[in-house]
């Protein structure tokens, strides 16, 4: 059996550091007259970092588990009793067609830039589109992570390049109270996927890539993905024991298997081929199902035009306006053919289940 790898590196901070940083969320001079009250929290904190109590509330996890008096983060049996309800919804064939709608831009009117993305004006012509076809639209507008006050979504910490049964669905990693890692989106996330019968992402290119928004939540779905659904199989995040149960045999249970999805990826220069072949191959390796080529996209609006006038160029790219609105109606009819089951693949072995 391989042992983890290690070095020894150790990111461990000091309590002066420690202090020091706490500190540094009241920099505002509103808070000098409280100091005594944030230095008595700082060290409530530093006992906490210095602990290690990364869920300090828990429970035994029940009957449903492989060990079922292992303490359970709270906060994790209620994301999975979220996921659990969507699911339940995504399997209801009476409703209307649920579509997850992502505006993958990061900037938003309310920060810096001053001025909405072109990203959320055609997630717009998206959702008036599904609206009028009498879907149910759920918009994730990922902006909310530039303009929202405790709005986060933490990176993926690579759990899965230890052992696949080491990444957990949903999600374990975070919460992480001693390092102060709190109020994870991922969390109000995951549901929101699990509900859809369809996905729609439109985004622009950032550097020939996502932006990091949209490249955040990606890297954290990969739960969705082979995620173990039992945390106590592996005693929490022991590494030694996950890589065990992957070379017993993984079953890598595609979580979000069957999910129509579209894409509209636009740019200004270059890369907005690049990154829609990017998310088309993405969802595909999650088994969700591609709504045909004319509902995943990629555009230039305002080719090598000024930033300064490309809101004026989508208002006369009246084709790039058509295009979307095509995407969204092609989404719906794939996602209609799969809950009808007109969309079925041969049972085949996966040789390369990794």
């Known amino acids: 059996m391989p042992e983890p790898r290690k070095l020894g590196v150790s990111a461990q901070i000091d309590k002066d550091t420690f202090r020091t940083r706490f500190r540094q969320r009241f920099y505002d001079p509103a808070f000098d007259g409280s100091k005594e009250q944030i230095d008595a929290l700082a060290d409530i904190a530093w006992e906490a970092y210095h602990e290690g109590r990364k869920a300090p509330r828990t429970r035994a996890a029940g009957p449903e588990f492989e060990n079922p008096e292992y303490q359970l983060s709270e906060q994790w049996l209620q994301a999975r009793d979220e996921i659990r309800k969507a699911q339940r919804l995504h399997e209801d064939t009476t409703g209307a067609a649920r579509i997850l709608l992502i505006n993958g831009a990061a900037r938003h009117e309310q920060t810096c830039p001053g001025e909405v993305s072109k990203s959320y004006r055609l997630c717009q012509l998206a ?24 709005r986060v979504i933490y990176p993926c910490k690579a759990c899965v390049a230890t052992a696949m049964p080491l990444c957990h669905w ?18 109000e996330i995951y549901p929101r996927w699990v509900a859809a019968h369809g ?25 969705a993905d082979g995620g173990n659904p039992d945390p106590t199989r592996t005693d929490g995040k022991n590494a030694k024991k996950a890589k065990a149960i992957e070379l017993e045999g993984w079953d890598y249970p595609r979580h979000l298997k069957g999910r129509a999805f579209s894409t509209v990826v636009h740019g200004d220069t270059v890369g907005a081929e690049t990154l829609r072949r990017n998310l088309h191959d993405w969802m595909c390796d999650m088994e969700l199902v591609p709504a045909g080529g004319d509902a995943n996209i990629d555009r230039y609006i305002g080719y090598y035009e000024p930033y300064a006038t490309s809101h004026e160029a989508l208002d006369k790219d009246q084709a790039i306006q058509q295009e979307v609105r095509n995407a969204a109606r092609l989404l719906l009819g794939t996602v209609a053919r799969v809950r009808a089951g007109g969309i079925s693949q041969p049972e085949v072995r996966d040789p390369r289940s990794k």
């Open 127 to 150: 959702e008036q589109t599904l609206v009028a076809e009498r879907a149910s639209v759920d918009l994730l507008d990922l902006s909310h992570l530039t303009a929202e006050y405790g």
């Open 170 to 187: 949903p999600c374990s990693c975070y919460p992480n109270h001693s390092l102060g890692q709190i109020n994870d989106w991922m969390n």
């Open 199 to 223: 996905v729609m992402i439109i985004t622009p290119v950032y550097w020939y890539q996502a932006p990091s928004p949209l490249k955040l939540m990606i890297d954290r779905l990969v739960c």
